[in-house]
């Protein structure tokens, strides 16, 4: 029972969504939350959905409920995101959303009757792509981030997350914990494309995730001069580029130093931005994650002491700005024990990325479900997953679902 589940070589709910947020500039897709890309992605779960017979609601945060019989309490959750980072794959989150409606979709079909209700979810903003902080719709509905500091977020434009959730049709003082909404989940499971190599060699196409890294975001702020870039010598500059550039080696020493660690530079902000303008200041953000919560600490702090030591004497100023934390997040390993018990012996994985599904783990019972990605790569439109992973996906959260319902 897999052919009514494809269309063109991959999941049918993948195909339809093929064409939207397509990044022709940088490749991959741009699905950011609350774009007109993300509402079409919106439109076409509730579409879906509706289809399924649930019914679909937004709760005060954003995110997308689509229920099996009545909402909550001690409801089984699953399902994922559908924004993407700028030029991602196809599968990060939208596997997840898809195959919990397949999954949903094949019990309705076998004349199965949960005996709990069911939600398929869709969580918001999960790469923090367009406000900075990554799981912003689980972190709102959990209270890991307060609705002040979250109305407050900007993105590259200054619109604010109390702005852009308005616009959106939300009411952005109803932002925040919610925990009616959080009272309803008995259990959530979140099946994702695996992001790394961990599957490859273990011939299995799923896995259940055992942890993630305990992770979190920094901005190092650079401070020089602003000038004239053909009327200032090169020895009296006070170039922030310049600083920043020596500032970025030094986060790649600190976490070459540190065991298991990992710290990307992945967006960097010049102000004002001109050729022919010696800048002001760089804003660049640092993504850096280790293997509990004292070895990322100490690595930030290391990382920080490098970089005020490289940018000493450029007359350049640094600070480094925390932006959002996520602790280790080590998933109920009896509930683990218990999901790969039902899935014959699949593999335990740990993962280095986060997800939903680990800011919720402190709250309410979860796991995760990963799909085997044979590029090993993500955040990238070279993320991959077979067609043929992707049924075994659907085919062990279904049967997960059945054993727990
Ligand atoms: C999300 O995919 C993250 O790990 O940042
Ligand atoms: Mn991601
Ligand atoms: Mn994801």
Do not use: K, Y
């Amino acid at each position: 029972m897999t052919g009514g589940l494809l269309a063109h070589g991959r999941l049918a709910g993948l195909d339809e969504i093929s064409g939207v947020g397509v990044d022709a500039a940088r490749g991959g897709f741009s699905r950011h939350v609350w774009t007109t890309a993300e509402f079409e992605l919106r439109e076409w779960f509730t579409a879906r959905a509706a289809r399924l017979g649930l019914d679909v609601e937004t709760d005060r945060n954003g995110n997308l409920w689509a229920w099996w019989g009545a909402p909550g309490p001690d409801a089984v959750v699953t399902g994922s995101h559908l924004d993407s980072v700028p030029g991602g794959g196809a599968f990060d989150g939208p596997l997840g959303v898809v195959a919990a409606l397949d999954a949903v979709a094949r019990l309705q079909a076998s004349g199965f009757r949960p005996r709990r209700p069911l939600a398929v979810v869709v969580f918001a903003e999960e790469e923090g792509s367009r406000f900075g902080v990554a799981c912003l719709g689980s972190r709102l509905l959990s209270g890991a981030i307060s609705g002040d500091a979250a109305r407050a977020l900007t993105d590259a434009d200054g619109v604010t997350v109390a702005e852009a959730a308005s616009a959106a049709g939300l009411a952005p003082e109803h932002l925040g914990r919610d925990d009616e909404a959080l009272a309803r989940i008995g259990l959530f499971i979140e099946l994702h494309v695996e992001q790394g190599r961990g599957l490859i060699d273990l011939g299995s196409p799923v896995a259940i995730a055992s942890s993630i890294l305990a992770h979190g975001r920094w901005r190092l702020r650079v401070n020089g001069q602003g000038n004239h870039a053909g009327a200032t010598g090169m020895r009296e500059r006070r170039d922030p580029v310049v600083a920043a550039a020596r500032a970025v080696l030094a986060v790649e020493q600190a976490a070459l130093a540190t065991e298991d660690a990992r710290a990307t530079v992945g967006r960097m902000r010049i102000v004002p931005g001109g050729t022919n303008v010696i800048a002001s200041a760089v804003d660049a953000w640092v993504d850096a994650r280790a293997s509990s919560d004292a070895q990322t600490r100490a690595l930030v702090a290391d990382m920080e002491a490098r970089v005020q030591e490289v940018v000493a004497g450029s007359g350049c100023t640094v600070e480094l700005i925390e932006e959002s934390w996520s602790g280790l997040v080590e998933f109920d390993s009896a509930l683990a024990a218990q999901l790969v018990g039902t899935l014959g012996g699949v593999p335990l994985l740990p993962t280095g990325a986060g997800h939903d599904a680990g800011v919720l783990s402190g709250r309410v019972p979860t796991a995760m479900v990963f799909v085997r990605n044979p590029t090993g790569v993500s955040h990238s439109p070279e993320e991959f997953a077979e067609a043929e992973d992707c049924i075994a996906g659907v085919e062990a959260l279904e049967s997960l679902l059945r054993s727990v319902l």
